[in-house]
T-cell receptor, first 113, second 110 residues
């Protein structure tokens, strides 16, 4: 079974802090994704990566950056956290073949005070 | 742009059927369906590729109308375990970039 592990289930940070959310997958998947989930807005794609050191903006990249130095790890960075970034963040990974499902982590509930 | 799901919420009694619709303004390469229970990660249900196929998964099946850029998820003889939020995701380019809808909250009651 694919395992996608997010480093924290709950995280509380202060406005202006630099925040790192970590995600690790154990299936050698090429593709990895970061989503945020808010009530009534569903899952919105922030960034995705299709290979090491490769990244593409999703639908809502503003205020975020990402890092993928190793294939198994994909980090989401909030350069200067703001209260409107309080949300549930979900990481997912996906193999390179067509018609493969995304595998999600359990999510990180981030609160910015 | 996110696909549009309807209805936003539905309450069913055990044994009843439901249909969840997903509509996109873009031409679609594939449609993905996931279910998420409260406090848990989304779980994969099925993927439909362009070609207008229909797939089944026990009592849950789905269709994909490529020309109309729509997909529908059919839940028959619903069970309590079907409760959760259902998301459709669409891929317009075949590059694995999936855009999810806002979700349909389904509650099955005894």
């Amino acid at each position: 079974d694919v395992k996608v592990t997010q480093s924290s289930r709950y995280l509380v940070k202060r406005t202006g802090e630099k925040v790192f959310l970590e995600c690790v997958q154990d299936m050698d998947h090429e593709n990895m994704f970061w989503y945020r989930q808010d009530p009534g807005l569903g899952l919105r794609l922030i960034y995705f990566s299709y290979d090491v050191k490769m990244k593409e903006k999703g639908d809502i990249p503003e205020g975020y950056s990402v890092s993928r130095e190793k294939k198994e790890r994909f980090s989401l960075i909030l350069e200067s956290a703001s209260t409107n970034q309080t949300s549930m963040y979900l990481c997912a990974s996906l193999g390179g073949s067509v018609n493969q499902p995304q595998h999600f982590g359990d999510g990180t509930r981030l609160s910015i005070l | 742009q996110q696909p549009v799901q309807s209805p936003q919420a539905v309450i069913l009694r055990e044994g009843e059927d439901a249909v969840i619709n997903c509509s996109s303004s873009k031409a679609l390469y594939s449609v993905h369906w996931y279910r998420q229970k409260h406090g848990e990660a989304p779980v994969f249900l099925m993927i439909l590729l362009k070609g207008g196929e229909q797939k089944g998964h026990e009592k849950i099946s789905a269709s994909f109308n490529e020309k109309k850029q729509q997909s529908s998820l059919y839940l028959t003889a619903s069970q309590l375990s079907y409760s959760g939020t259902y998301f459709c995701g669409t891929d317009s380019g075949g590059y694995q970039k999936v855009t999810f809808g806002t979700g349909t909250k389904l509650q099955v009651i005894p």
